[in-house]
């Protein structure tokens, strides 16, 4: 609260100048972007963008990258809090470097990690190479996508959990066990109900950053139309083709929903804070 | 159920954090652990919860072994000093959880949370929220939630530390109220010496790990046996004095040594008496009173039924005041008293007459080994023929330079302290530099005798050789130095070196007592200066020497030497005779002792420096 009282003391009398200054700034760099998409995409009515939308392809990419957001949430909300929970409970050799691991996602390029994907799950890849025989090709297929989307997103879910899992003391679950908790009591009724709110966060998260991935998609999916397609990939690929309404719907839906998930985790962070 | 632990032991990262324990809490019995913060027992509570495992030791639950069973077959209940209420649940599904972990069903469920919240005075609230609720109120349910599924045991860990004073008086009454009622076994946890009287039928003093004494709230109080449990259980002055036909001399003063609490002759005895065991009178008392001296008062506080007056008397021959500590430099006893607060003065000048008093147990001796985790350092394989000689415990210590070597070194002592055969001993490991950290250690814990071992560099940090350090040491510890030189054998002939100018007579009576305890001979040496005939004076000196020998039957005899200087008169004795242990006072300064010092180099200096044997070196007031 502090940090936001300017040093300088009082506000100032006149914020005409620097407020008009800053909306010069802002509104070719942020605000006109956003509204450009849904401008764009309801310039032909609503008809011609129901009808962009309704098409199979547009259908297609949106359910697929939908249904690849939500598996890839519920994988990384189990698989995150698992990490956290042996980063934060357990004390070993490596056990630093594997901290430091597990959030270098962030930090890689996308495109770098579908590259990284390929050359270890492609045909000619390091395991893709043992696989092929068997018959199971990751790339360029659904699952090929589901393992782009949790290698990136992995570290949200966990910097949402870790933090609270930390700042629970350890006489916490020792209550529970001299109340007679098993270890997977404990965590069932006595940390998973206090890891809610960092579930939460990390799953709105994860979602968010799945609907939206791109680098790491293109690479490891061979954007295939109604196979593997996402709708960051149908967007990309219906501009290219010059279907600048087709992709413009889509791109509007996109936006929409993630306002709708940046406005729900406004919401419940504003209200966390306050409580 | 009764509570049974036998000989527990923790330690963590080298360091012993319970040593030995060994107590047995007896069923439906409200026991109370007290010692100072550190002291260990918190992880004793611990250990019996299951929540840590025991290095060493079995611990049992009413005959149930259950050394190696995790806390939820213990069938425990725990109370935590911060109460880790579940914050996501109400006080009533808090109170439910270990029912409901026990899948009892929900309707019996509610009939024993209800049972429960009246019984610690909180039913109405079952909705609640930790939010919601008041520390004492948190204390309260974390009580109730720990008996909901009836333990066989019930610890509780400083329930009382986070709350106010007020509160605290409260509920206290309400726990002893409820222990009762439930007539579940309880062990209670604090370093508040009242809640411990308050609350316990039994206390357990510990200190540094170990349990010195147990017993009833009024007896502790009463009849202590150790030094720690007679100044951590309330005020009260302690006193030392000797020993002399079964009575304590305090000055003129002599009281009865009963004889449940034996003690040789010449032997140091102390003597405890509360504030309320002294009075105070402006007339001189009868003679058949146990008259102190004459006293200024020093200052008053009210408090209360009675006032706390503290009073100055003029210090007694032959007596040490221990505790209340006494300032820097004072010469003179510090005695604690109470009287009624009637509204009668207390004379500015009054006698001061115990009508009580208890005299503590002889002290075991305790040994302060330093070692420095070499393998060439001879310290602990010459500390244990003395340790089991003198029936002692040992403390070993080291000295890294940096805290970041401390780990390591603790490590390397306790290998070696086992390897040497001094499996009991606590390991100590400090940092710094070696004489500030060894006084530090002593003021501390007092020990009877710090042992060095002659290496060079001394106790791997400092540049000095091991003499350097001893005297140094000596200058700054009142607690005699044994500088341990040659093969790990006891010492069989003493030689203490004595002369006329010294100012008391510390040396002989150190060099005595650990001769008796040792089975040695002892030698009185007193050098001449060359060309000087010793003087009647040195005879009476001497004579008296053997006469504190003889108190305190030691075979002895003694000797004079002419020589160049205090030195060359040593050397020269212990090339005639085979003596393996040489006794010097502390270095003395100035003029006060013109026949010691040869060559600007005081006499203790050169005997720790050239001396071929040990040498042990007693500080003027340390024995």
Redesign the interface.
Known sequence: MSATVPIAGPRAVRPLVPVTLLLAVLLPLILMPLAAVFVFAFRGGLPAFGKALASPDAQFALRFSLLIAFATAAVNAILGTFTAYVLSRYRFPGERPLGILVNLPVAIPTVVVGTSLLLLWGPIGLLGKLLEPLGFQPMFAPAGVLLAHLFVTFPYMLGAVKPVLDEI?A??E?????????RW?TFR??IL??L?GGLFTGALLTFAHSLGEFGATVLVSGNLRLRTQTAPLYIFAQFEAGNVAGANAVAAVLAALSFVIFFFLLRYTTNRREA | MAITLEKVTKRYAGTTIVDRVSLEVQTAELFVLLGASGSGKSTILRLISGLLPPDEGAIRLGGRDVTMLPPQKRDVGFVFQNYSIFRHMTVAQNIEFGLRIRGVPASERAVRREELLDLVGLGGLGSRYWSQLSGGQLQRVALARALAYRPAVLLLDEPFGALDVKIRAQLRQNLKQIQKTLGVTTILVTHDQEEGFELGQRIGVIERGRLLEVGAPEDLYAHPRSLFAATFLGAGTILVGRCRGERVELGPLTLPIPPDVPHDEGDRVRVLFRPEQVSLSADPPPPSAAVLGRGELLEESFSGSFRRVRLRLPALPGTRQLSPALPYGENALLIEAAVPADGRPIPAQAWVALENWHILRQPTPRLLVADSGDASDPALAIARPFVEALDGVATVVGIASGSSGQDELREALGRRAREAGLDTASVRARAGDPAEQLALEQSEAPYDFLLLGDTEPALRSGKRRAAGLAEELAEGVATPILLARGAAQLPRKILICTAVGEPGKADVRAGGWLARRLGATVTLLHVSLEGRTPTPLVRAHLDRGIETLRELEVKGRATVRQAEDAIEGILAELETEAHDLVVVGGPVRGSRAPFLRGGGDSVTRQVLRRCPCSVLVVPEGSW
């Open positions: 003391e006489t916490y020792e209550a529970a066990y001299t109340i007679g908790a098993s009591q009724w006595v109900p206090t809610r």
